[in-house]
């Protein structure tokens, strides 16, 4: 790897660690600068997906304060994301590189629309309830949320691209909080599937260590800062960078 090329790696893992604190998605920005430097996709992946460990970690930390009284909801939803996240890193090592092509981009979009109706969705759900004085939305998102993120953890484990907004759609329709609270958890979910991934893959899977280290330095610093923008943004504004984020991923993911 040149110094030009270590450059790149590492200023994508700085964008990648701001962009997945804030929303998610950073990995369409350091995957195709992996390939560009000559390394096959599935070592690009697993490289990818070491090197963003710290990121996630350290984005985690800088909500810290969101994530106060959360603890038994982020404990749940960890084990959906740590046994989805396994099982991603295994079907990435035993299916083609091409094998989610085809419906990532469809999961995405699904994924906006709920971002955008969410607000409304919401209010209607809990006007009906009134009425009909049915019970308050689970406070962990129940079943349904577990096997929703159990699933979309599968596919973190497998590439990771765009799997933030994934769990945000999930959790800000099944779970009756505010966003930034949400997008907290998000940033732990997200460090877990990393996680389990990647210490699967230290066992099974080729990486190159230059480019996990400069995506590990820089994801780092690009997580504080992430945390330090996304923190200050107003819900609608979040919501709105979200679905930006979102398409601009499900064009990427379309044309590559």
Not at 165 to 179: A, K, N, R, V
């Amino acid at each position: 790897m040149s110094i030009w090329e270590a450059l790149a790696v590492f200023a994508a893992g700085t964008a990648a660690g701001t962009i997945n604190t804030i929303v998610g998605s950073g990995t369409l920005i350091t995957f195709p600068v992996l390939l560009a430097t000559g390394l096959p996709p599935v070592t690009a992946t697993v490289s990818n997906a070491l090197g963003l460990i710290p990121g996630s970690i350290s984005g985690a930390i800088g909500y810290r304060a969101e994530l106060k009284g959360q603890r038994r909801r982020v404990l749940r939803l960890s084990v959906a994301a740590a046994i989805g996240g396994l099982g991603g890193a295994i079907l990435l090592l035993m299916l083609p590189s091409t094998a989610f092509e085809t419906i990532v981009p469809v999961l995405v979009a699904l994924a906006l629309v709920l971002v955008i109706v969410q607000p409304r969705l919401a209010r209607a759900v809990q006007e009906r309830r009134d009425r009909t004085g049915t019970p308050s939305r689970h406070a962990d998102g129940g079943p349904l949320l577990f096997g929703g993120l159990l699933l979309a953890s599968v596919y973190g484990g497998y590439f990771t691209a765009a799997q933030g907004i994934i769990y945000l759609s999930l959790m800000g329709t099944l779970i009756d909080d505010t966003l930034q609270r949400l997008n907290a958890v998000k940033n732990v979910l997200a460090a877990v599937v990393n996680t389990i991934a990647a210490l699967f893959f230290l066992f099974v899977a080729d990486f190159e260590w230059t480019a996990v280290l400069l995506i590990a330095v820089g994801s780092t610093i690009g997580g504080q800062i992430g945390a330090k923008v996304g923190r200050r943004l107003h819900p609608t504004v979040l919501r709105t960078l979200i679905v930006v984020v979102g398409t601009a991923a499900i064009v990427q993911l379309v044309l590559r």
